[in-house]
């Protein structure tokens, strides 16, 4: 398997250890079909599992051969069969099975076995903890009283991988697809229709199952029905297209999050892909794992170069290609479409800022973490360098919003407005929270029907004549969505335009992050 | 050789083969599917009439919203009811 070094996968390091027969894989590989998905049982009574490339092992082997004798002992070498010595009590766990599924992390390490499993355990070399275990005196009266053990091969870096695929492969239920030893990986994804057309990385077994150690829950749970091909997604397709979207595993919760918000009939996926405007689901993460994972909410937030940001919106837009049937071209209808369109996912500035979290003002509490995705195009810069009052910032931002989608249109398109921290600091000095910017701007974005309604200023385009005469609100109660985000410098905030909002179109959804 | 997982819905149906296409519309019942969107009912109107002119029976359905697929209730209604669909997009 070739692994890129950037993904930091372990096989590409050099093996620790120097013995140079008999290794473990230096016989024949044990097949598929022989390696058991599930834990072989462990020999009866008083085990220790070691391995020759272990110096603690090596300095206890006259004690294993003592206790061999005088207490009936079955040691399990992991790489020489004849470690300590050739002998009908030592059994050699040539595919690491044993070592593997009886979660063997340390040599030598003891074990008191009763019914295949092991009851207790000790690691290293310690002559009082050997002898209270095993209930036999004067153990290794010549060696020293205490070593540390060594790492077991079957926790070894370099073998990890192929010891995970061999004995957890069985639990993933995707079909196997051959990339032949002339293809290229990323032409032949590419090929296959696969790819948003930037690069993604191969989807091995291997790296699925990393994937999914970043979750707690099944493979085989279904996490939502993804639309346009209305399929059930499981976490393991939702893992295979996080891999190839670039995450790592611990984004994987805020991927299955995104995707569960996605496929409610509330954001209506179907819809907002469907439709020819310029939309996707942009996503909004607030709580502590933005930390705990290294998002950037500060600068270039809405740009390149923090991973998790980068890949997570990513991950749920090749859920909606991949599993869901949704491209370009196909029921996604897109008129011109939008960078947004490869995944936008950016977290909130919630410690820079002094208001509620847009989590906390749609319901939830600080200390949850949580997806709010928001049907989205690409955003567009606001510049005021001169408002050094809330109610002059105000009136710009409003002055702003009102093309948002259209000047000529109103109610129907929800908006989402980022605030940078030097536009929020105008808002901290004057004292105001977000409730009272909220209905500060909703008066300041009544707008006279008059200037609103088909024909007004010349423009066919509008609301219908009906409409003249009573002041509009440019958007719908709840339809101005505010979050805080951005570098520390710069005058300037950013507003990401909606689509049809409401029971035809798509309301944003608020998801907490669980596992 | 590498070995990659799908990441697909596998999915993928059978070539399915196309209903008989009908020699005539003579006494045939024809649905007509507004998928709601502004003036699709006039463009409708006169493939209605058309279709009379040539002997068909129509049924005029409607769908909710243009923004989401039929209900399952609407498409079994039309596939019990109907020979033959025509769906309207208009904009």
């Known amino acids: 398997m070739r692994c890129p070094k950037w993904l930091g996968n372990p096989g590409t390091q050099q093996r620790r250890f120097t013995q140079q027969t008999p290794l473990w894989k230096s016989g024949p590989m044990p097949s598929d079909a022989a390696s058991p998905a599930t834990a072989p049982p462990l020999p009866e009574g008083l085990v220790v599992v070691v391995k020759r490339d272990c110096p603690t092992c090596v300095l206890t082997a006259p004690v294993l051969a003592d206790l061999a004798d005088r207490a009936g002992l079955t040691v399990i ?5 004849e470690f300590p010595e050739p002998a009908n009590w030592v059994i050699h766990d040539s595919d690491l099975a044993l070592s593997w599924h009886h979660d063997i992390d ?6 008191k076995v009763s019914g295949g499993v092991a009851t207790d355990r000790i690691v290293g070399w310690n002559r009082r903890e050997w002898e209270e275990f095993t209930g036999v005196d004067n153990l290794g009266g010549d060696l020293p009283d205490w070593r540390p053990g060594c790492g077991s091969l079957s926790v070894d870096p370099t073998l ?52 999914l150690e970043g979750t707690t829950r099944s493979p085989d749970d279904i996490v939502a029905i993804v639309p346009p091909d209305l399929v059930e997604c499981t976490v393991e397709k939702v893992a295979v297209n996080a891999v190839m979207a670039g995450c790592r595993p611990d984004y994987l919760p805020v991927v299955i999050a995104a995707v569960e ?6 954001f209506n996926m179907h819809g907002l892909l469907a439709t020819t405007m310029p939309v996707g689901p942009v996503v909004i993460v607030n709580g502590p794992i933005r930390q705990q994972i290294g998002m950037n909410s500060g600068i270039n937030v809405l740009g390149q170069g923090n991973r998790a940001n980068s890949t997570i919106g990513r991950a749920l837009q090749l859920v909606i290609r991949n599993v869901g049937g949704g491209r370009p071209g196909g029921v996604d209808r897109a008129t011109h479409g939008s960078p947004a369109k490869y995944g936008l996912c950016f977290p909130e500035d919630e410690e820079g800022s002094p208001w509620d979290s847009l989590a906390q003002s749609r319901g939830f509490d600080a200390g949850q973490s949580t997806v709010t995705l928001f049907p989205g195009e690409s ?31 109103a109610m129907v398109f929800d908006s989402m407005l980022v605030l940078s921290p030097e536009h929020m600091s105008r808002y901290r000095d004057a004292g105001w929270d977000r409730s009272r910017f909220l209905d500060e701007i909703s008066q300041l974005l009544m707008i006279p029907g008059d200037e609103l309604v088909r024909g007004a200023g010349g423009i066919e385009e509008g609301l219908p004549a009906a409409m003249a005469g009573t002041p509009i609100p440019k958007f719908r109660p709840g339809g101005l969505l505010v979050v805080h985000a951005g570098g520390g410098a710069g005058l300037f905030s950013s507003i990401i335009a909606g689509w049809v909002n409401g029971a035809t179109g798509t309301d944003p959804v608020t998801r907490e992050i669980t596992a | 050789m590498t070995i990659v997982l799908d990441p697909t819905g596998e999915s993928a149906p059978q070539t399915r083969q196309r209903v008989a296409r009908p020699e005539s519309l003579q006494g045939l019942t024809v649905g007509l599917l507004d998928i709601s969107k502004p003036r699709g009912d006039i463009f409708l109107d006169r493939v209605e009439s058309k279709l009379l002119e040539m002997g068909a029976k129509v049924n005029r359905y409607r769908k909710p919203t243009f923004t989401k697929p039929a209900p399952v209730d609407l498409r079994h209604e039309i596939a019990s009811q109907c020979d033959a669909v025509i769906e309207a997009l208009a904009d």
């Open chain 1, 106 to 111: 340390t040599v030598p390490t003891m074990l």
């Open chain 1, 160 to 211: 990890t991988d192929e010891l995970s695929v061999r004995f957890s492969g069985s639990i993933l239920k995707s079909r196997r697809v051959e990339i032949a030893a002339l293809e290229d990986e990323w032409e032949s994804l590419a090929d296959r229709g696969w790819s948003d057309g930037m690069p993604v990385v191969p989807p091995t077994e291997a790296r699925v199952l990393r994937m």
């Open chain 1, 261 to 266: 918000a996605a496929c409610t009939d509330e």
């Open chain 1, 77 to 81: 070498s992991q790489d020489d069969p």
């Open chain 1, 379 to 409: 955003p567009r810069i606001v510049v005021d360098q001169q408002s050094r009052s809330a109610e002059s910032l105000t009136r710009h931002l409003a002055l702003a919003l009102r093309s948002n989608i259209s000047p000529k249109l």
